[in-house]
């Protein structure tokens, strides 16, 4: 079965500072990773995703991640954090089903990022 | 625009009663899901629906009843039988057959049971 794991629950960076939010997966086959970012009571928004090829993607409001396949691991990044940054961030894997069409996509638990001026 | 409608966005219920919670999309997907949400424990998928009159469940359908009747349009009904229902439910969607493909998701609709 596939997983997804974010070992950090909360992350603190000061404004300016570089980010990192952890991400780390299982999967059987080639994975087809996401980042989602949820501002308080709203829904997820898509961030990026890695599907093949180059191992550092890059998203939307300035955020990259970096697929490590040795360390399984899918780690958001932002070089220079602004506090509008804060937001819960989850990490995903989607998984097939065995038929084309199926599919579903498997959250970890998430990461409160707070970014403190 | 186009995009996903959840509606109410605030539920009140009294033990006992069943709610149906809307979700209504315009992005002519054919993939829809349902997740639940609560604290620390991130998304979990109640049901999901590949094709309009076909729906499977997830990994906690129990308590929980769905219909696809229209592809635009994939109702959540929280029955009575749900043990634990207060809870932040989040309604997306996808293209369905590229599973490269990202969701969509609404604005959610949080249930309090009273």
């Known amino acids: 079965a596939q997983s997804v794991a974010q070992p950090e629950d909360q992350v603190n960076v000061a404004e300016g500072n570089p980010l990192t939010v952890k991400c780390t997966y299982s999967v059987s086959g080639n994975p087809y990773l996401f980042w989602y970012v949820q501002y308080p009571n709203r829904g997820l928004q898509f961030l990026l995703k890695y599907i093949t090829g180059d191992n550092l993607v890059k998203g939307s409001y300035g955020f990259e991640a970096e697929f490590n396949k040795s360390q399984t691991s899918f780690h958001l990044k932002k070089p220079s954090a602004l506090v509008s940054d804060s937001a819960l961030y989850f990490c995903?894997?989607?998984?097939?089903?065995?038929?084309?069409?199926?599919?579903?996509?498997?959250f970890g638990s998430g990461t409160r990022l707070s970014i403190r001026p | 625009d186009g995009g996903i409608t959840q509606s109410p966005k605030y539920l009140f219920r009294k033990e006992g009663q069943n709610v149906t919670l809307s979700c209504e999309q315009n992005?002519?997907?054919?993939?829809m899901y349902w997740y639940r949400q609560d604290p620390g424990q991130g998304l979990r998928l109640i049901y999901y629906?590949?094709?309009?009159?076909?729906?499977q469940k997830g990994d906690i359908a129990e308590g929980y009843s769905v219909s696809r009747e229209k592809k635009e349009s994939f109702p959540l009904t929280v029955t009575s039988a749900q043990k634990n229902p207060t809870a932040f439910y989040l309604c997306?969607?996808?293209?369905?057959?590229?599973?490269?493909?990202?969701?969509?998701f609404g604005e959610g609709s949080r249930l309090t049971v009273l």
């Open positions: 992005l002519n997907h054919d993939a």
């Open positions: 629906s590949q094709i309009v009159n076909d729906f």
């Open positions: 997306a969607s996808s293209p369905g057959t590229d599973i490269t493909g990202e969701l969509f």
């Open positions: 995903a894997v989607r998984e097939s089903l065995g038929y084309s069409s199926a599919s579903k996509i498997i």
